[in-house]
């Protein structure tokens, strides 16, 4: 990766508290060495298995990296990008076809693209038509410190993503890890952030404070409107549970500042 220095790389956007990234990585072509399933298959099984458990809201790697706003992961594959394409080589639906352009047939994963079923090149203009791994994540302050979380905290799962990507180093050599992020990140042309001044740690209190508040309501108000006789013990306790919501903003990074004097 050495070259890779010398590339003119891709910038990320802060809007307020918060950054953004965009990577598009090359998934690695053909079968696995040893096994009936490719590349993207096992990229395919570790994403699938991960969005099980975060759809179903228990425990996953990527809780641990508290400042993570936002992420998603997208398998765009060859058929998808080559719509309105004319290469030798790719086969289209001509069921499909309109005024506008073509539709390609589906890719056989486990042929390499470029080579036909009995393994003699193929003829594709001398395109590699491969599957690409685009991530998109929002997170709380900068940059290389996001990074060294994910290296720190997300490792060996990361790792199991992403290996399954061209020349990927892993994440055990930050360095390496880095140099391999930035050469293919890419250009975020527009970045919105609804809450710009609101960390991801700052919301999740802001929720629990909520949630806090409207168990206090219901416990001062009976359900037919009339106030409780005395609140004061109530509304005590309500602020001793509280109290630390409304002060010490937590930093970019998730973590506390100190108090001034401290």
Known sequence: MDNFESLNWAGSKTVGLISEIAVLAPIRQGPIAGERRTYEQRLREAIDNLQKRVQKGTPNELDKVRSIHFGRMIIIRPEQYLVYSQLNGVQYADRLRNDSGQI??????????????????????????????LTLVEFDGDLKVYFRDIAQYLGS???????????????????????WIRRYQIETALFYPRYRDLSAVRIRQLQEFKRQFDEFVASVRCPTGPRVKSMDELF???????????????????????????
Do not use: M
Not at 116 to 130: K, M, Q, S, T, V
Not at 158 to 176: A, L, R, S
């Open 104 to 133: 390609p047939e589906l890719f056989d994963d486990y042929v390499e693209v470029g080579k036909d079923p009995g393994g003699e090149p193929g003829n594709l203009d001398d395109a590699r038509c491969r599957s690409w791994l």
């Open 236 to 262: 005590d306790a309500f602020l001793r549970r509280t109290q630390h919501y409304a002060s010490d903003f937590p930093a970019p990074g998730g973590t506390f500042r100190k108090a001034s004097g401290e």
């Open 157 to 179: 799962a990361f790792d199991k993503i992403f290996v399954n990507c061209e020349d990927f180093p892993g994440t055990t050599d930050f360095e390496q890890f880095w140099l």
